[in-house]
């Protein structure tokens, strides 16, 4: 995608809005989408780190989560949209690494950084539940943030409408221009003249789902302080609030991603799913833990180490003090090395037996 600067209107707005998909810095020029990005997970981190701070999970093991589940969630994003798009890529390889311009799928982020959590919770002894709970607020975060990147690339819009709060720019014109069928504008010639003389909109299908993501961040945090009554509770809140959100918003959009050469969009039917499996679990673990309420594991208590998690927590004590000892001695070693020889104090001679003692002067009495 090419640097551009377009002026953007909405239906019930008379000013138009300059938006450019590139920022200047001086020394290099930068993507909107890729700032914006980054400001959400950024925020989401710093969420996470405090809800992690007050369930006492060591912050050193979540910086491991961070780390992987950041890396394995870009790349699954990434070749989740790659996957369903291999029409266009499989002949523009080169174009494959180049997130910046767009095209990273949320749920394949997901996927991927959720397996790459699931394993490094095994390794670091982590209450995986525990993690899905925070990782579904911190989600929302990013997600609620990070769909402006695509305001920034005119790019994630929906199909025509007539409502106030309708959107248009030259870019979203061209897109049109280029796939008039899915706007049903297959018998226009001039299509951008047909646009402005008739006032068309689209729908910001983009701005839907950042509201809809902070809403539902404000409604998992209600549940945080107030009903939350099991691990793994708030991920479900997430799969029933944002599948149907992003089941209905997905069907106003026209980029969608397709199974195949079918009419049938990837995302609708992951959504509906989600949604749907999400719902019956929540609502029968729901009911369980009514019936028999008990402590969150990692919350609440912490259950007893196993026999095997003490031996190695009483192998790695000993392992350290062996490699404190063995600092102390080269410590000795390297003084005693150094250290000049001391000097042997002077001997003081020892009187000779053979001279006679000195005869003390005495006054003699006349």
Same mark, same amino acid.
């Given at each position: 995608?090419?640097?551009?600067?377009?002026?953007?209107?909405?239906?019930?707005?008379?000013?138009?809005?300059?938006?450019?998909?590139?920022?200047?810095?001086?020394?290099?020029?930068?993507?909107?989408?890729?700032?914006?990005?980054?400001?959400?997970?950024?925020?989401?981190?710093?969420?996470?780190?405090?809800? !992690?701070?007050?369930?006492?999970?060591?912050?050193?093991?979540?910086?491991?989560?961070?780390?992987?589940?950041?890396?394995?969630?870009?790349?699954?994003?990434?070749?989740?949209?790659?996957?369903?798009?291999?029409?266009?890529?499989?002949?523009?390889?080169?174009?494959?690494? /180049?997130?910046?311009?767009?095209?990273?799928?949320?749920?394949?982020?997901?996927?991927?950084?959720?397996?790459?959590?699931? %394993?490094?919770?095994?390794?670091?002894?982590?209450?995986?539940?525990?993690?899905?709970?925070?990782?579904?607020?911190?989600?929302?975060?990013?997600?609620?943030?990070?769909?402006?990147?695509?305001?920034?690339?005119?790019?994630?819009?929906?199909?025509?409408?007539?409502?106030?709060?309708?959107?248009?720019?030259?870019?979203?014109?061209?897109?049109?221009?280029?796939?008039?069928?899915?706007?049903?504008?297959?018998? %226009?010639?001039?299509?951008?003249?047909?646009?402005?003389?008739?006032?068309?909109?689209?729908?910001?299908?983009?701005?839907? @789902? =950042?509201?809809?993501?902070?809403?539902?961040?404000?409604?998992?945090?209600?549940?945080?302080?107030?009903?939350?009554?099991?691990?793994?509770?708030?991920?479900?809140?997430?799969?029933?609030?944002?599948?149907?959100?992003?089941?209905?918003? @997905?069907?106003?959009?026209?980029?969608?991603?397709?199974?195949? =050469?079918?009419?049938?969009?990837?995302?609708?039917?992951?959504?509906?799913?989600?949604?749907?499996?999400?719902?019956?679990?929540?609502?029968?673990?729901?009911?369980?833990?009514?019936?028999?309420?008990?402590?969150?594991?990692?919350?609440?208590?912490?259950?007893?180490?196993?026999?095997?998690?003490?031996?190695?927590?009483?192998?790695?004590?000993?392992?350290?003090?062996?490699?404190?000892?063995?600092?102390?001695?080269?410590?000795?070693?390297? /003084?005693?090395?150094?250290?000049?020889? @001391?000097? !042997?104090?002077?001997?003081?001679?020892?009187?000779?037996?053979?001279?006679?003692?000195?005869?003390?002067?005495?006054?003699?009495?006349?």
């Amino acid at each position: 995608m090419d640097a551009f600067t377009v002026a953007v209107r909405f239906a019930g707005i008379a000013k138009e809005f300059m938006v450019s998909n590139t920022l200047n810095l001086g020394f290099t020029t930068v993507r909107w989408y890729g700032v914006i990005i980054a400001f959400g997970f950024l925020l989401a981190a710093l969420f996470g780190g405090r809800i !992690a701070y007050t369930w006492k999970i060591n912050l050193d093991k979540m910086i491991d989560v961070l780390l992987y589940g950041t890396i394995f969630g870009i790349i699954g994003a990434r070749l989740y949209y790659v996957a369903f798009r291999w029409d266009y890529y499989g002949s523009h390889l080169a174009d494959i690494p /180049k997130i910046w311009e767009g095209g990273l799928a949320i749920y394949g982020g997901i996927i991927g950084g959720i397996l790459a959590g699931y %394993v490094v919770c095994k390794l670091e002894k982590i209450n995986f539940f525990n993690l899905l709970d925070m990782v579904a607020m911190s989600l929302l975060i990013g997600q609620g943030i990070g769909r402006w990147g695509n305001f920034a690339n005119q790019e994630a819009f929906g199909t025509i409408t007539y409502k106030n709060w309708g959107m248009m720019s030259d870019i979203v014109a061209k897109y049109i221009s280029e796939n008039p069928a899915s706007f049903g504008l297959e018998n %226009v010639e001039n299509i951008p003249q047909y646009i402005s003389d008739n006032n068309l909109y689209v729908h910001p299908t983009f701005f839907y @789902e =950042s509201v809809w993501c902070l809403l539902g961040f404000g409604l998992l945090y209600l549940i945080l302080k107030k009903r939350r009554r099991f691990s793994g509770q708030l991920f479900l809140c997430y799969g029933v609030w944002y599948g149907f959100g992003r089941m209905v918003i @997905e069907g106003l959009r026209t980029d969608s991603l397709y199974i195949g =050469s079918t009419s049938i969009r990837v995302s609708q039917v992951v959504s509906g799913a989600l949604c749907a499996v999400c719902l019956v679990l929540l609502v029968s673990l729901t009911v369980h833990y009514k019936r028999h309420p008990k402590p969150i594991e990692g919350i609440d208590y912490f259950p007893p180490k196993s026999e095997k998690e003490l031996a190695a927590e009483q192998r790695k004590k000993e392992r350290k003090e062996l490699r404190r000892k063995a600092k102390e001695m080269r410590i000795r070693d390297g /003084k005693a090395t150094n250290r000049p020889a @001391e000097q !042997a104090p002077e001997e003081t001679p020892a009187p000779d037996a053979t001279e006679p003692p000195e005869e003390e002067e005495t006054d003699a009495a006349d």
